[in-house]
């Protein structure tokens, strides 16, 4: 069946980075483009950017711009999605999402930036 | 970026009782391609979102019959038309007619 499957929960502190990976199966990677959402505590979410896994074209949410840099590897059908000089306010869990309609999700993946 | 408003904000449902919930968007979500991009998700309780509702009243593989889709423009609407102790959870809707794509900010529905 099509899912994607994120890689595991992890804890920064101010000023790291987090790459999150994005492991999509049951279907063809470079048919579908592949955003990335994200979800702080009690907020609403969050679009950050999108990757045309194709040809490796990417949009950014403004509000990410120079922190955030998505990619992909076609041969392990597998997006990624780097956030730098994290702070506090990026604890979240974050989502890949597949295509225009986001039709499947990852299960998320908990970043936790705490000193 | 198009601001996407739902009400309301939280609703308490009976079993067996229809609910709605209505998503205004600040513009007009039809394309020149002559479709509509507005979406509905359901997030269930430590779960991630799952779309139930695609281009404005198109029910995605798998969504019972009971969710259906509506509106026009910038107005449109989401009911279920009996609810179901499944239904729990978050109910988005979403834009993707431009970038960035944008949310509401969320209708928890509740079980009486």
């Known amino acids: 069946q099509v899912q994607l499957v994120q890689s595991g929960a992890e804890v920064k502190k101010p000023g790291a980075s987090v790459k999150v990976s994005c492991k999509a199966s049951?279907?063809?990677?470079?048919?579908?483009?592949m955003h990335w959402v994200r979800q702080a505590p009690g907020q609403r979410l969050e679009w950050m950017g999108w990757i045309n896994t194709g040809n490796g074209n990417t949009k950014y949410s403004q509000k990410f711009q120079g922190r955030v840099t998505i990619t992909r590897d076609t041969s392990a059908s597998t997006a990624y999605m780097e956030l730098s000089s994290l702070r506090s306010e990026d604890t979240a869990v974050y989502y890949c999402?597949?295509?225009?309609?986001?039709?499947?999700w990852g299960q998320g993946t908990t970043v936790t930036v705490s000193s | 970026d198009i601001v996407m408003t739902q009400t309301p904000l939280s609703l308490s449902v009976t079993p067996g009782q229809p609910a709605s919930i209505s998503c205004k968007s600040s513009?007009?979500?039809?394309?020149?391609?002559?479709?509509?991009?507005l979406y509905w998700y359901l997030q269930k309780p430590g779960q991630p979102p799952q779309l139930l509702i695609y281009?404005?009243?198109n029910r995605f593989s798998g969504v019972p019959d009971r969710f259906s889709g509506s509106g026009s423009g910038t107005d449109f609407t989401l009911k279920i038309s009996r609810v179901e102790a499944e239904d729990v959870g978050v109910y988005y809707c979403?834009?993707?007619?431009?970038?960035?794509?944008?949310f509401g900010q969320g209708t928890k529905l509740e079980i009486k």
């Open positions: 979403m834009q993707i007619i431009e970038l960035p794509p944008t």
């Open positions: 049951g279907y063809t990677f470079t048919n579908y483009g």
């Open positions: 281009e404005v009243s």
């Open positions: 999402a597949r295509g225009r309609a986001m039709d499947v």
């Open positions: 513009q007009s979500l039809l394309h020149s391609d002559g479709k509509t991009y």
